[in-house]
């Protein structure tokens, strides 16, 4: 469980190459230690905290690593915000947005180019509500895949908006019924990326940890390298927030 820290009038910051970033702080009913993390978009410093711990302790802890988190910063990709004419990012391929306001509102895909119309103000919405459509399919087929692989039957999949985690898996309701939920912003990156993330999920339908069964399965359920998607991810993963925040 985790409880989120009240803010006071003056909310912590911290300057990093010249700009105030706040610090947000959390307790964790089951954290051990100080744990810091830069948020993908570079918005805000996040800090998980034991049940024990102080806040003026943890933002001490964050500024005692002023210097890493400046370069973590640096390597944020800036926002750009989708536009007529401009690129975005679908299944690791670079589409051409083609806005045309006499077109219908519904993107149409025709090879590289995703063609709209509707207002040009409103393009980066109805990008983004395609791209979630797609994202859903995908990740329905992916769990149906992953699920027969680990001879288990298929479970509900949704969409994640959350800026930290690419993917849940949960056991709630009354019945224990799980579900699965993924990052839609995985959508852009290359498939076998996208897949790793949801093989990794539904392994824990069987194995809720990260011991030596859960990887086991996770390298018979998934057909790929699932060391070189992790690293795909941890190098790029805040790119995948450029577009769309």
């Known amino acids: 469980?985790?409880?989120?820290?009240?803010?006071?009038?003056?909310?912590?910051?911290i300057e990093l190459n010249g700009i105030s970033v706040p610090i947000v702080l959390k307790r964790h009913a089951t954290a051990k230690r100080l744990t810091m993390r830069l948020a993908p978009d570079g918005s805000e410093v996040r800090i998980t905290m034991p049940r024990w711990a102080r806040g003026q302790e943890a933002i001490a802890f964050a500024k005692g690593r002023a210097d890493w988190l400046a370069e973590q910063l640096a390597k944020t990709p800036e926002r750009q915000a989708p536009r007529p004419g401009g690129t975005f990012r679908y299944r690791g391929r670079t589409l051409q947005i083609a806005w045309d306001d006499k077109a219908p509102r519904k993107p149409v895909l025709d090879g590289d180019t995703l063609t709209l119309g509707g207002p040009r103000e409103g393009v980066e919405q109805r990008l983004q509500r395609w791209l979630e459509a797609q994202a859903l399919s995908l990740f329905e087929g992916d769990i149906a895949d992953y699920t027969a692989a680990a001879s288990l039957d298929p479970v509900p999949v949704g969409l994640s908006r959350a800026q930290r985690r690419w993917g849940s898996c949960s056991a709630g309701g009354a019945l224990g019924s799980k579900r699965i939920r993924i990052n839609w912003r995985l959508v852009q990156a290359p498939d076998p990326i996208r897949r790793s993330v949801v093989a990794?999920?539904?392994?824990?339908?069987?194995?809720?940890?990260?011991?030596?069964?859960?990887?086991?399965?996770?390298?018979?359920?998934?057909?790929?390298?699932?060391?070189?998607?992790?690293?795909?991810?941890?190098?790029n993963g805040r790119r995948l927030y450029a577009n769309f925040g």
């Open 1 to 13: 469980m985790i409880d989120w820290l009240k803010r006071s009038h003056i909310e912590p910051e």
């Open 200 to 235: 990794h999920e539904v392994a824990h339908l069987v194995h809720f940890d990260h011991s030596p069964a859960f990887h086991a399965l996770l390298a018979r359920i998934y057909e790929g390298d699932i060391k070189e998607a992790d690293h795909w991810l941890k190098a």
